[in-house]
T-cell receptor
Framework: EPEVTQTPSHQVTQMGQEVILRCVPI?????FYWYRQILGQKVEFLVS????????KSEIFDDQFSVERPDGSNFTLKIRSTKLEDSAMYFC???????????FGSGTRLTVV | SQQGEEDPQALSIQEGENATMNCSYK?????LQWYRQNSGRGLVHLIL?????REKHSGRLRVTLDTSKKSSSLLITASRAADTASYFC???????????FGTGTSLTVIP
């Protein structure tokens, strides 16, 4: 069964550093998403991406964050100047259209120290 | 906010018993999904139910949706120890493709 692949599974970074989280969505999917889950809390939507541009973003997704689809397969989330409160599990997801085939990756656990 | 709330927050049952979890939400939805998450792991899609559907089954899972009450339930029958996990509902709307997750129910199935 097709999967959304995220790398790395765990990343530790110093506060103030930039991190890039990587995702390979399912190949025939057109919509891409990032969500995050702070430990013990609910999963929160960050951003959706379609046709090479952001289609929607939440209040969490401020200027510190950016997304990119640098080639035909990868979808990245960049966090500039990380803060301690950015420590969370970050999930990438993709879908063909709407909720159909909506698939989450296994997540990247980001720890900011 | 469209975010759902699951009830109960925690549920502990004996293996073989049925587990019922409820989800309530606040605004109109297009669809609702249930996900499972083992501790510290990824989200596993369980079942999608659309707003024009009232009930769906998948194996030992049964999901109902009552749009008039803005609520959904997930029933796991004949539970197993391996069902121990957190279960989340996530609502989708007609505007945008993002999902709004609830706070989750932590299910413990005792062997």
């Amino acid at each position: 069964e097709p999967e959304v692949t995220q790398t790395p599974s765990h990343q530790v970074t110093q506060m103030g550093q930039e991190v890039i989280l990587r995702c390979v969505p399912i190949s025939n999917h057109l919509y891409f998403y990032w969500y995050r889950q702070i430990l013990g809390q609910k999963v929160e939507f960050l951003v959706s991406f379609y046709n090479n541009e952001i289609s929607e973003k939440s209040e969490i997704f401020d200027d510190q964050f950016s997304v990119e689809r640098p080639d035909g397969s990868n979808f990245t989330l960049k966090i500039r100047s990380t803060k301690l409160e950015d420590s969370a599990m970050y999930f990438c997801a993709s879908s063909k259209r709407g909720p159909d085939g909506y698939t989450f990756g296994s997540g990247t656990r980001l720890t900011v120290v | 906010s469209q975010q759902g709330e699951e009830d109960p927050q925690a549920l502990s049952i004996q293996e073989g018993e049925n587990a019922t979890m409820n989800c309530s939400y606040k605004t109109s939805i297009n669809n609702l999904q249930w996900y499972r998450q083992n501790s510290g792991r990824g989200l596993v899609h369980l079942i999608l139910i659309r707003s024009n559907e009232r009930e769906k089954h998948s194996g030992r899972l049964r999901v109902t949706l009552d749009t008039s009450k803005k609520s959904s339930s997930l029933l796991i029958t004949a539970s197993r120890a391996a069902d121990t996990a957190s279960y989340f509902c996530a609502t989708g709307t007609n505007t945008g493709n993002q999902f709004y997750f609830g706070t989750g129910t932590s299910l413990t199935v005792i062997p």
